[in-house]
């Protein structure tokens, strides 16, 4: 079955940077677009990022474009979201999602970033 | 930027029909997911492109999609519904992707 294993959350400094893992299986991973999504405590959910399946194409919540990197390697079956210039309204819990239905489908079951000092 | 609207909140009796809205201009050319969200739980997917059901979903749930508002819909709620349930789609140009802001269900 579809399973996506997050890591690499934990508390930061304000400012610093931090790279989140997304692993799959159960899958053909290269064959789909994968999504990050967060979800700030007691709020809603917010998209994040999504790549393609070659990871030809990548797109940006207006938040995030200019600080974080989506990116893949299809080879370790591995998603990756690099978070540099972090700020307290970052803090939240980070899911990693397949595109095996045209939108986020399967979906990991989170990591906790906290952004503090 | 580009917006879903949902209600925050929809409450029914159990086994009564619940209905959750989702308005968004592009929504008559774009389709529109629904994800549950039950407390402490991640996300999910009850219905995509408008109205399909991934398999392992209920019966109970299906979607649909007229003009600017899709439709999620609960026939017969269960206690075990009660949850957040998020729309999402995208802007017309598909590149701007957006959740709704959630509506909770309460079944009592």
């Known amino acids: 079955q579809v399973q996506l294993v997050e890591s690499g959350g934990g508390v930061v400094q304000p400012g610093r940077s931090l790279r989140l893992s997304c692993a799959a299986s159960g899958f053909t991973f290269s064959s789909y677009g994968m999504h990050w999504v967060r979800q700030a405590p007691g709020k809603g959910l917010e998209w994040v990022a999504v790549?393609?399946?070659?990871?030809?194409?990548?797109y940006y919540a207006d938040s995030v474009k200019g600080r974080f990197t989506i990116s893949r390697d299809n080879s370790k079956n591995t998603l990756y979201l690099q978070m540099n210039s972090l700020r307290a309204e970052d803090t939240a819990v980070y899911y990693c999602a397949d595109e095996r239905t045209g939108a986020p489908a399967t979906w990991g079951q989170g990591t906790l970033v906290t952004v503090s000092s | 930027s580009y917006e879903l609207t949902q209600p925050p909140s929809v409450s029914v009796s159990p086994g009564q029909t619940a209905r959750i809205t989702c308005s968004g201009d592009a929504l008559p050319k774009k389709y529109a997911y629904w994800y549950q969200q039950k407390s402490g739980q991640a996300p999910v997917l009850v219905i995509y492109?408008?109205?399909k059901r991934p398999s392992g979903i209920p019966e109970r749930f299906s979607g649909s999609s007229s003009g600017t508002m899709a439709t999620l819909t609960i026939s017969g709620a269960q206690v075990e519904d009660e949850a957040d349930y998020y729309c999402y789609s995208t802007d017309s140009s598909g590149n701007h992707v957006v959740f709704g802001g959630g509506t909770k269900l309460t079944v009592l």
């Open positions: 492109e408008d109205s």
């Open positions: 790549i393609s399946y070659d990871g030809s194409n990548k």
